[in-house]
């Protein structure tokens, strides 16, 4: 993992500690603020197994997905 990378996961991780957000929304909130495009981000999640993970439960949780039977993290 690449250091812009593990910067990118770390603010998110912080971001949804501190504001006690959701990680989609602390993605959308990185991307404001440091004036990034959301798709340009979507690399470092599709290679990030948790991000990935945190990512299709919140979007189950809010049927933009179907619901998936697996084990809880």
């Not at 910067?7 to 504001?19: N, P």
């Not at 440091?34 to 990030?48: L, P, Q, Y």
Request: glycine share 0%.
């Amino acid at each position: 993992m690449n250091e812009k990378t593990k910067l990118f996961l770390e603010e998110i991780e912080s971001l949804v500690r501190e504001y006690k957000i959701e990680y989609m929304d602390a993605i959308v909130l990185y991307c404001e603020r440091n004036s990034v495009e959301i798709e340009s981000v979507t690399s470092i999640i599709k290679n990030n197994e948790y991000m990935k993970s945190r990512i299709q439960i919140e979007a189950e949780a809010v049927n933009l997905l179907p619901k998936t039977n697996r084990l809880p993290i």
